[in-house]
């Protein structure tokens, strides 16, 4: 219960964290959190706003020491997939992930898939999927 509160107070104060960060701290399984949460938010009615890929640009970028530049692209492009309507229904870390690996490659820094979708906690295949919808927006 007190890992999903954290996690309820990030999602209500607009601090974008994963599930898995949470429950990596808490040392407590995934589905436990969920279920907890879930109940916190139907008891609570939380005003939990949905996470958006450009919020976890920043904390991603930090990880990876991109450049201001790489970050600054990676966030435009989340914010421009973000008003087609393209994250609906995405992991918002992975469709990031896929924002900083494209503005990487864009800028010259040869970030890796392997890298970005490690930090990102996503798969490799996330991050590919993620990187050819970018691509076919032309944004």
């Known amino acids: 219960m007190a890992a999903a509160s954290v996690y309820g107070a990030c999602r209500c104060n607009g601090r974008p964290r994963t599930l898995d960060d949470i429950t990596e701290s808490a040392r407590v399984?995934?589905?436990?959190?969920?279920n907890a949460y879930t109940t916190l938010n139907t008891e609570l009615g939380l005003p939990a706003q949905p996470v958006t890929?450009?919020?976890?640009?920043?904390r991603l970028a930090s990880e990876l020491d991109v450049s201001d530049q790489i970050r600054q692209r990676?966030?435009?492009l989340a914010e421009?997939?973000?008003?087609?309507?393209a994250t609906t229904?995405?992991?918002?870390?992975g469709f990031a992930a896929a924002c900083l690996y494209k503005a990487g490659r864009e800028?010259?820094?040869?970030?890796?898939?392997?890298?970005?979708?490690?930090?990102?906690?996503v798969s490799v295949v996330t991050v590919r999927t993620h990187r050819d919808a970018?691509?076919?927006l032309a944004v």
């Open 29 to 34: 399984e995934q589905s436990r959190v969920t």
């Open 53 to 58: 890929p450009s919020a976890f640009v920043p």
């Open 74 to 76: 990676a966030r435009q």
């Open 80 to 85: 421009a997939s973000e008003s087609t309507g």
């Open 89 to 93: 229904g995405v992991r918002p870390s």
């Open 107 to 121: 800028d010259g820094m040869w970030l890796t898939q392997s890298d970005v979708a490690d930090v990102a906690n």
């Open 134 to 136: 970018l691509d076919e």
